[in-house]
Each structure stands twice: as structure tokens, then as C-alpha cells.
T-cell receptor
Framework: DTEVTQTPKHLVMGMTNKKSLKCEQH?????MYWYKQKAKKPPELMFV???????INESVPSRFSPECPNSSLLNLHLHALQPEDSALYLC?????????????FGSGTRLTVV | DAKTTQPNSMESNEEEPVHLPCNHS???????IHWYRQLPSQGPEYVIH???SNVNNRMASLAIAEDRKSSTLILHRATLRDAAVYYC???????????FGSGTRLQVQP
């Protein structure tokens, strides 16, 4: 299995809702990432997990809450989002470490906050 | 972080070779040069990476200048499916995670 699977593919949520995005990989990668991508912009790093521990939080607002229950799963819990949080949310995985390893990305969850 | 500079956009004709340039004049000795591409409505896709020597794989070739201050991604025969945004990214040397610049939008004409 060489894929990163993200669910759901599309999500519409109200500003008072709580929802979760899910990401799964079975490549044995021990680093997982969340990125946010606005239309016609490059992806922006949000969070990095290495060996199931949060290692980087790029000053993301607390209404986004990541969780890594095990080495194959990564969740992003959403609460009280704003319309400007509407974006494509991408999950990726790799082996931890420096530049020798490539990342595998999922196809993303397109989130619309209404 | 060392920065990369790419043209905003390029055009190519189908079945012709495409050379996508990237400048990275402040690259450090431990930085790997990675290329990713993002097709419309998809997540980024790993293309190729290298350190000092030229690299080939089934998707593309990577030519790295001798001084490592620039590199070129070569698509040997462009197809319509190669129309995407191509990102040149430096990894390693303590850099914490993949950081995307603005990339090059490649258009392929039939």
C-alpha cells in the first residue's frame, strides 16, 4: 500500500459545528503532517508528528486540534471554525529525518465553513 | 531557510521535452533538492530528488549544477497529464519539514 487516504473528500460545516478530518497510511512511515492550502496558493505546513508525538505546531489557532492515535492514523479535530478557514487540507507522511525521504500526500479534504 | 526561485509559469507542447529551472544560490552542503508536482484538484506528488549527482527515474530527470546553486527538472516528453504546478524544494540540513514556494505552473499545449 503506497497511499495516504484522507476522509472525507468534501466537508461543509457551520461555524458552531465540531468535525474531524481523518488521514491513514500503511507504509510504515513514522512522520505525518497536516498542510492547509488556499486556492491558487502553495500548501502551508500546520502540524508535524514524529513517532506519534507532536513535534511542530506552526502557530495554528487552537480551533484546530491534531491527534495521532497510532503510527498509521492522523486526525484533525475542528471546532468553531471561521469562513476564512475554508481550504483544502492535505495530509502527508514520510520517514522522519532530513532530506533523503520523499513525502506521500493524500488527495485532501476540501473544507467549506459556512 | 534557503530559498528557491522558479519562474511563475512555463508553456510546452505535447511530446516535446520540458526543462523546468530552479535557482537555489544559498543551498547548504547537506540540502537535498526535491521536486514535487501538484495536478489540479490533487495533493502534491513526489517527482524526484537528488544531492549532488544527476538523477533519473521513470517520471523525470534531475540535472544539478556542479556548484549546486541551480537545478533543472527535465520531462523528456511532455503529455497533457504533465500540466501541473511544479515545486522545487530544499530539504535537510536541519530544515524541519517540506516548505513550499510558489512553484512553476506548467501548461502543455496539444
Amino acid at each position: 500500500d503506497t497511499e495516504v487516504t484522507q476522509t472525507p473528500k468534501h466537508l461543509v460545516m457551520g461555524m458552531t459545528n465540531k468535525k474531524s478530518l481523518k488521514c491513514e497510511q500503511h507504509m510504515g512511515h513514522r512522520a505525518m503532517y497536516w498542510y492547509k492550502q488556499k486556492a491558487k496558493k502553495p500548501p502551508e505546513l500546520m502540524f508535524v508528528y514524529s513517532y506519534e508525538k507532536l513535534s511542530i505546531n506552526e502557530s495554528v489557532p487552537s480551533r484546530f486540534s491534531p491527534e495521532c492515535p497510532n503510527s498509521s492514523l492522523l486526525n484533525l479535530h475542528l471546532h468553531a471554525l471561521q469562513p476564512e478557514d475554508s481550504a483544502l487540507y492535505l495530509c502527508a507522511s514520510s520517514q522522519p529525518g532530513t532530506g533523503t525521504y520523499g513525502y506521500t500526500f493524500g488527495s485532501g479534504t476540501r473544507l467549506t465553513v459556512v | 531557510d534557503a530559498k528557491t526561485t522558479q519562474p511563475n509559469s512555463m508553456e510546452s507542447n505535447e511530446e516535446e521535452p520540458v526543462h523546468l529551472p530552479c535557482n537555489h544560490s544559498t543551498i547548504s552542503g547537506t540540502d537535498y533538492i526535491h521536486w514535487y508536482r501538484q495536478l489540479p484538484s490533487q495533493g502534491p506528488e513526489y517527482v524526484i530528488h537528488g544531492l549532488t549527482s544527476n538523477v533519473n527515474n521513470r517520471m523525470a530527470s534531475l540535472a544539478i549544477a556542479e556548484d549546486r546553486k541551480s537545478s533543472t527538472l527535465i520531462l523528456h516528453r511532455a503529455t497533457l497529464r504533465d500540466a501541473a504546478v511544479y515545486y522545487c524544494i530544499l530539504r535537510g540540513g536541519g530544515r524541519r519539514a517540506l516548505t513550499f514556494g510558489s512553484g512553476t505552473r506548467l501548461q502543455v499545449q496539444p
